[in-house]
């Protein structure tokens, strides 16, 4: 997206500033791979989201990875997902393994926080004149991201996520809420 306004910065006291109208120069596809034990993470620029991109997404994935090593692949429902083509493909690569979440249910939190960090990092206060801005900025950040990457640390057990919700849940189901 391109402003209409240039962004307004930031001065003491007064937040930055920005139009809420901008230009759409079109639109990218990412597909992410995110490796849990080390953080890297292998993406691909598409421009579209069709079972013929997710299929080279995945000899993308095939060409980065180590032969010797069984690929689990977390994916949406998307029906590209499942195409013909894709089944085709798996059954030539028998160390990929498709995993679907569940319907309506959310991605790993481990890539939707990868995802966030994109957001909030590259994306978030971009200013994209096209279509090839975007995909170089996308691009350098993936870079600077797999040079120092390391893998998300969670600081918070099971047990104390769950006691939160319970506490949230029990304050929010009494009366005047």
């Given at each position: ?40 993470v ?21 060409r ?8 689990h ?86 047990d ?8 949230y ?9």
């Amino acid at each position: 997206m391109e402003r209409t306004t240039p962004v307004l910065p930031m001065l003491p006291g007064v937040p930055e500033r920005r139009s809420f109208d901008y230009v759409r120069h079109g639109t990218v596809d990412l597909f992410a791979a995110l490796n849990t034990a080390t953080g890297k993470v292998i993406t691909k620029l598409s421009a579209q989201h069709r079972a013929v991109d997710f299929r080279d997404f995945l000899d993308e994935i095939d060409r980065q990875t180590d032969k010797g090593l069984a690929v689990h692949v977390i994916c949406d429902n998307l029906s590209a997902h499942k195409a013909p083509v894709v089944r085709k493909w798996l059954l030539a690569h028998p160390r990929f393994q498709l995993h679907f979440t569940p319907t309506y249910s959310s991605w790993i939190n481990q890539v939707e926080r990868w995802f966030a960090e994109l957001e909030r990092r590259c994306l978030e206060r971009g200013v994209f004149c096209s279509l090839d801005d975007l995909k170089a900025a996308l691009e350098d950040w993936i870079k600077v991201w797999n040079d120092e990457a390391r893998p998300f640390k969670w600081t918070k057990t099971a047990d104390q996520i769950l006691d939160r919700i319970c506490r949230y849940c029990d304050r929010i189901s009494k009366p005047g809420h």
